[in-house]
């Protein structure tokens, strides 16, 4: 049946062909769909996104200006959330390559560089750090559906606009998302961090959790309250607080006060020390200006934390340095081997931790599993040899690597589960009809998902958007029954304007799952950012010289002898061996990953359903640049073509191909000189 539609339709169901006598009727993809019924509002960028998008349009067309758009917005949005240059450059790369664009970009540390036409167009922008798992999952997943055809251009602008509005997140995301939800968490991450991690006690806990309310308190007025310069003095200000908070308890108490436990603790969220880990990374897939820079950006920031801590106990205390060494004697009191709330108490720890990088609670249990075992593996095997290394590093490069490669596992292994499930699951949404009739496997699938989903959104913890996706998923199944039977007036799926967005919402959940979105809070948890503090602090209150007193034979003297204590002064080679050792740990895990990966799909033991959701001939493409996401951490793209037409296959299918029509106006330019020389001749 062929019915002109009264108005655009998101999907447009049109019989296909038969098979065993009855009709069959799929949802038709992006590359055949009618114009979106709302176009992207340009009015919303900035004057100098407006003026390139200007210029853009006019040379090359409006899908090209605005695909520019949207690649510069995702590099921006991603190196906000995670700021991993590699993982950004990898997802910037395949957008740029499947469809055609002609541009480069250059992403710092902080700075970001894009060119386009050839350097005829540059814009930069800074962007500091702002940690957000959620975002890092979200805007690569519009990325992959974008690439992959699933969705048009103005949809994908559209969809990011909702997601900075907020219309795509829960509303216990949006609590914890911004100041003044967020002041819960600082004090939670503050206490926990202190006893599991730093030797403190509940009374230390305590004192960290003050720290972490005061601190939480001055970011929130810091920067949102003044805003502007006011930023800057946040390192200096938190760490002056803490050593002030600290420092009058223990003057004032009985002297019982871990400060080092209390200090690191409430400081833990500032150091960054996942910067480390990406550090190392950088630099072992060859981008040494970044991987140094941030390396050194790090160390830095973590002296003004430390060094502001100490200007508050030299404020408070009369003597400052001999009171930090003397605190030492009060950590490590307790023995968490022997505790049964250890594990409790990291959890609480790992959930704040989550709270903190923005996780979305729906997925909570994912992320503190990846985390647990991580950690685990990490504490069996440094108890375990800690006590035949005890003179060398071996034992913390060795229980580092498997923790972290542990942690890569369970979150591989975790996904290829999820997407097991969101196989059928989304495969009835999005009404694959190869898909639909899946059995009772695929029944117990699709239930079990949409019931969890059902569940969480009663508690607040969900999106209520992913529960009227399945009645939006049962309304276009009815209706395609309808146009189905040849005695039913239904001549097509009609589709509200809020079901049309809704159904792009479905597309992009149900892009694979982000790897790099779990697994750096579990690097967090991991990482060495308490041990350049400690280095500081050691910088900044130098230890006592080890003294022994040796008698000298034949006589009644003795002879005192001082000694540099090496423990103490070789903080600096712990720090290396950690965040060395958790980087290979990351790469080890990935390529165990992969290795076994290819033995279970080349023996048949298992296919990778996740990337068969949405069908098609490119499943292998898309199978191969999943893998290239995943990885991407520690390798670098080649950006040295040797020739122009060693780039035309990678965009030959690309819609206004940039390179061939470089190629057709260069042929074109050769006949007229010829046919010129003909005639002057």
């Not at 991993?84 to 902080?110: A, N, Y």
């Not at 939006?472 to 309808?482: M, R, T, Y």
């Amino acid at each position: 049946r062929q019915v002109k539609p009264t108005k655009p339709l998101f999907y447009e169901v049109e019989r296909q062909h038969q098979v065993h006598g009855e009709n069959e009727y799929q949802l038709r993809g992006a590359a055949h769909r009618e114009a979106p019924s709302k176009k992207y509002d340009i009015s919303m960028l900035p004057a100098d996104l407006q003026r390139v998008y200007t210029h853009l349009k006019k040379m090359h067309g409006e899908e090209y200006a605005l695909t520019f758009i949207f690649i510069f917005q995702t590099a921006v949005e991603l190196h906000r959330a995670w700021h991993m240059t590699l993982l950004t450059s990898k997802i910037l790369q395949q957008v740029k390559d499947k469809l055609g664009m002609r541009m480069t970009w250059e992403l710092g540390v902080f700075k970001l560089k894009f060119r386009v036409e050839e350097g005829t167009f540059e814009i930069h922008r800074k962007v500091p750090y702002d940690y957000d798992s959620e975002y890092q999952d979200i805007y690569m997943r519009i990325a992959v559906a974008l690439s992959d055809g699933e969705i048009t251009i103005h949809e994908a602008l559209n969809y990011q606009a909702e997601v900075k509005a907020g219309k795509h997140t829960a509303k216990t995301g949006l609590f914890i998302r911004d100041f003044p939800g967020r002041l819960v968490v600082y004090p939670v991450l503050a206490m926990s961090c202190a006893v599991i991690f730093f030797g403190g006690d509940w009374n230390d806990s305590g004192i960290a959790a003050l720290c972490g309310i005061i601190s939480g308190l001055i970011e929130y007025f810091l920067a949102e309250g003044l805003g502007g310069e006011a930023k800057v003095l946040i390192d200096i200000v938190v760490g002056m607080a803490t050593g002030v908070v600290g420092s009058l308890f223990y003057r004032f108490g009985d002297q019982s006060v871990c400060l080092s436990a209390v200090f690191l603790g409430n400081l833990y969220w500032y150091f960054y020390g996942t910067a480390f880990v990406i550090g190392i990374l950088e630099i072992l897939a060859g981008e040494l200006e970044t991987g140094v820079t941030r390396f050194i950006a790090v160390s830095v920031k973590t002296f003004v934390l430390c060094l502001g801590a100490s200007l508050g106990m030299l404020l408070i205390l009369e003597d400052a340095s001999g009171t930090w060494v003397d605190q030492n004697d009060n950590c490590g009191t307790i023995d968490l081997g022997d505790q049964w709330w250890r594990i409790p108490m990291y959890l609480l720890s790992s959930a704040a931790a989550l709270a903190q990088y923005r996780f979305q609670f729906i997925r909570y249990w994912r992320g503190l599993a990846v985390q647990l075992v991580g950690y685990e593996v990490q504490y069996r095997m440094q108890v375990h040899f800690e006590k035949s290394h005890d003179k060398d590093f071996l034992d913390t490069a060795t229980s580092n690597i498997m923790g972290a490669a542990a942690a890569v596992m369970t979150a591989c292994l975790l996904s290829w589960c999820l997407d097991q499930l969101r196989f059928y699951y989304y495969g009835r949404l999005l009404q694959r009809d190869q898909d639909v009739d899946a059995g009772a496997v695929g029944d117990f699938a699709y239930n079990f998902v949409a019931g969890m989903t059902n569940f969480v959104t009663s508690i607040g913890m969900g999106r209520p958007a992913d529960v009227a996706a399945q009645k939006l998923g049962d309304k276009i199944s009815k209706q395609s029954q309808e146009l189905a039977d040849p005695n039913h007036p239904r001549s097509k799926i009609e589709l509200t304007d809020q079901e049309e967005k809704l159904t792009v919402s479905i597309i992009i959940d149900a892009q694979d799952h982000n790897i790099w979105a779990v697994l750096m809070p579990a690097v967090y948890q991991l990482v060495p950012g308490s041990i350049i503090a400690r280095m500081w602090f050691t910088s900044i209150f130098p230890p006592p010289l080890l003294t022994e007193e040796v008698p000298v034979p034949g006589t009644n003297f003795t002879l005192t002898t001082y000694a540099i204590d090496q423990n103490a002064d070789n903080i600096f080679s712990n720090l290396m061996v950690i965040s060395t050792s958790l980087a290979l740990g990351l790469i080890v895990g990935f390529a165990i990953v992969q290795f076994t990966e290819s033995i279970f799909l080349g023996c048949g033991i298992c296919s990778d359903t996740a990337t068969d959701i949405y069908g098609g001939a490119s499943s292998e493409s898309k199978r191969a640049r999943q893998k290239d996401r995943m990885t991407g951490m520690y390798t670098a793209e080649n950006e040295d073509p040797q020739t122009i037409e060693d780039e035309v296959p990678i965009a030959k299918d690309a819609p206004n191909s940039l390179i061939k029509r470089i190629i057709n106006e260069e042929q074109k330019e050769e006949e007229s000189e010829e046919e010129q020389q003909e005639a002057s001749a």
